[in-house]
């Protein structure tokens, strides 16, 4: 299945958003998507059972830039079909290839990279596995800036996956990529599995710099979360993936992907796309 939804990549790519014969200006495609790693005993919901949904979700959409998180080496080698076209970029939590990844996939022939590179959030980010705070785990942040056809700077993009557990982490951890974010002087979008709500203090980091979530600024009624557990099809009571979009661009759509196909999730995660654009002074 996944070998014939390669040609359903290509298809997409030719396609404008939203399937519109035009658009009024152009656009960035982002979609940020935690897959569950693939050596869970999740029963009925295995990584075997699901790889071909995942990779359905991600041909269907075609994003620009993806950021994936909890993907294990084995579960991007099974998804290399569907990820032909695109440049992965970052290393796995561990180092290479080890461990998670929570990197980025950027499609080449929709956007080039000008620049990228990764670091870990610790007081010690660019000390490869460093783990940061009350952290129950090593994470990291993966980032690219991009030139999108039509823009008139580069944008850069942020892929991460925060703490599940350490809350001063998880509070560093954005404190950290903000400030990386200012220091390269690009519209920038933040995209990941956060693993806090809106109105946290780690969103709240964000917010005080401009930054607005996607999903809550062009959908502020909405009451589905992200983290559906296999077993909630509101994803829960909290939006804990997010789609984060700083000064000088703009969500145009945002929305929370709910897929099931006879009963399967996807992923734990609902994955969260977007569709952004530069926001032009005098423009």
Known sequence: ?????????????????????????????????????????????????????????????????????????????????????????????????????????VRTAAVEVVDDGEFWLSPTPDVVASRGWDAALHRMAVWADVQVPGFEGAVRVYGTHFDHRGEEARIESARLIAAHARDGGHPTVVMGDLNVPDGSEAIRTFADLGYVSAVTALHPGETRGTFNGFRDPTGGSGRIDHVLVGPGLEAVSARILDDRIDGTFPSDHFPVTARVREVVPGG
């Open 1 to 105: 299945m996944i070998r014939s939804l390669v040609a359903a990549v290509v298809f997409a790519a030719l396609l404008p958003a939203g399937g519109a014969v035009a658009q009024e200006s152009p656009e960035l495609r982002v979609m940020t998507f935690n897959i569950r790693y693939g050596t869970a005993d999740d029963g009925d919901h295995v990584w075997p059972n699901r790889r071909d949904i995942v990779a359905d979700v991600i041909a269907r959409e075609a994003p620009d830039v993806l950021a994936i998180q909890e993907a294990l080496a084995f579960q991007l080698d099974e998804l290399a079909p569907v990820l032909e076209g695109y440049r992965k970029l970052g290393q796995h939590r561990d180092g290479g290839t080890g461990g998670e990844f929570s990197g980025l996939y």
